[in-house]
């Protein structure tokens, strides 16, 4: 019997989830188009203003989750995005954060600059003429979206209220022209004002420097931000070590260690799967084309896992393993991912990327390394015509080579750009077919059991 995937010995009780978000939350700065790191800056100065304020502990704790979990429905708009513009999301959303979009004549140069880049001119009017009509009421929908969907995720996690609030209402303007709801002064929660203000400093500080970033609060005092909170941030700005802290090479231990001390949230085994189940959501979100794919792989191999007889504790790391194994498609362009013709071998070289990425993501987060090789490991073969790896069957343990089998099985079973999805029989054909060469017949025999009893 091939022996299973096995988590690493990890003690939770010395890991704060601040410590998993922070890890997970590289991706998020992807997703945004943002350098890494930029979660974790924002989340810096925002905690930092909110100390001078003297916020009460609960209220520091509410804005710290919510500080980085800010981008969590960033995803959730990407395929709107490069349908609307013709362009890259990533590009689109890098991009629209150091443009002051309030101001039409700012927002229609920014907008003849980033569409369908790639493009005839003729082709870059007519689509520059069409996101002009959608105007202010397409940027408040895809606003809405991100806001809306990033509030539900953090409610979801256990979050409370005031956290969600902060996340939907994060790009409200103080002058009332912000979105979605164009909410003014103080009807935009403190803390959303926090996290407005401490993202676009630190987008500004990254991208041209401290002074450019305590230029940009100065200029949208009273205009996109509280006058008073941008009045504490240049104080701290010049008389503190803020800009020097966030060059520090341990930023994210800096940040754990401003969650108040008697509301430190330890990384129990209920947080982490309330965190892989976000997560989730937030991979599954980048494409209508992905819709719960995610939970539908972790299902199929929970119980495939079970169903084959193993331990409890590996049907729980294989669930894990299943929502988390596709997080390195967050990495891809939906120009790539929604595209509903044959990709380019350029285009089919990144998407192979993804199982590396995914990796890469999940050894950073340190109760997720025991998953990061099966999770990685879904689209490896045992002919070894696999990727990212290439490797073959005596490198694929039993963890692997049943998510690998639940990944095509739920793929198969879903619509894709390029074709609608496969009803049962030509799915189960599909995987008889590459059974004993290509995928375990072993795992096959399971899943074929499973669906003839009506359990998947």
């Known amino acids: 019997m091939l022996r299973a995937g096995s988590s690493e010995n990890v003690d939770v009780t010395t890991v704060r989830l601040s410590e998993v978000l922070s890890a997970l939350s590289f991706v ?13 800056r924002s989340c810096f100065i925002g905690m930092t203003i ?3 304020l003297q916020l009460s502990e609960e209220q520091r704790s509410a804005l710290f989750y919510a500080l980085l979990l800010k981008d969590a429905g960033c995803s959730s708009n990407a395929w709107k995005v490069t349908a609307l513009f013709g362009a890259d999301d990533f590009d689109v959303k890098k991009n629209v954060k150091t443009v002051n979009w309030s101001r039409l004549p700012r927002a229609l140069r920014y907008v003849a600059r980033t569409v369908s880049p790639d493009a005839a001119a003729w082709a870059r009017a007519r689509r520059f003429f069409a996101v002009g009509l959608e105007g202010p009421k397409a940027a408040r929908e895809l606003v809405k979206i991100r806001c809306e969907r990033g509030a539900e995720i953090s409610r979801q996690m256990g979050f409370p209220e005031e956290t969600a609030a902060a996340i939907r209402n994060l790009d409200e303007h103080w002058n009332g022209a912000g979105h979605p709801d164009g909410l003014r002064g103080e009807e935009i929660p403190l803390l959303a004002r926090i996290c407005g203000l401490a993202q676009t400093v630190e987008v500004f500080y990254t991208a041209f420097g401290p002074v450019r970033a305590e230029e ?4 949208r005092r ?15 700005a010049r008389a503190g070590r803020l800009w020097e802290s966030l060059g520090e090479p341990d930023l994210a231990r800096s940040v754990s260690l401003m969650e108040p001390a008697d509301r430190i949230l330890v990384a129990t085994s209920e947080w982490l799967d ?12 980048k494409s209508p084309f992905t819709y719960r794919h995610s939970e539908g792989v972790a299902r199929a191999a929970a119980k495939m896992t079970e169903h084959m007889g193993l331990p409890a504790s590996v049907v729980h790391d294989q669930t894990r393993a299943g929502l988390l194994h596709d997080i390195g498609k967050l990495a891809i362009s939906n120009r790539i991912l929604d595209k509903p013709g044959p990709l380019t071998d350029e285009e089919f070289a990144k998407v192979k990327q993804h199982p590396r990425l995914t990796y890469e993501v999940l050894r950073r987060v340190a109760p997720f390394r025991g998953i990061a090789e099966v999770a990685a490991n879904h689209h490896e073969k045992l002919d070894g015509s696999g990727y990212q790896r290439g490797i073959s069957a005596e490198d694929l343990n039993l963890s692997s080579r049943i998510l690998a089998v639940a990944d095509v099985f739920d793929a198969l079973s879903q619509e894709r750009p390029y074709r609608p999805a496969m009803p049962m029989e030509k799915v189960l054909m599909i995987l008889k077919k590459e059974s004993g060469q290509k995928l375990s017949s072993e795992c096959v025999e399971a899943l074929e059991d499973l669906v003839s009893k009506d359990e998947l």
């Open 28 to 40: 998020l700065d992807m997703v945004e188009g943002q350098p890494e790191g930029h979660v974790l």
């Open 50 to 52: 909110a100390e001078r």
């Open 222 to 236: 009273k205009e996109w931000f509280d006058p008073t909170l941008v009045d504490v941030f240049l104080v701290e």
């Open 274 to 285: 309330l965190t892989a189940h976000a997560f989730a959501r937030i991979i599954d979100a």
């Open 216 to 219: 940009i609060a100065r200029a």
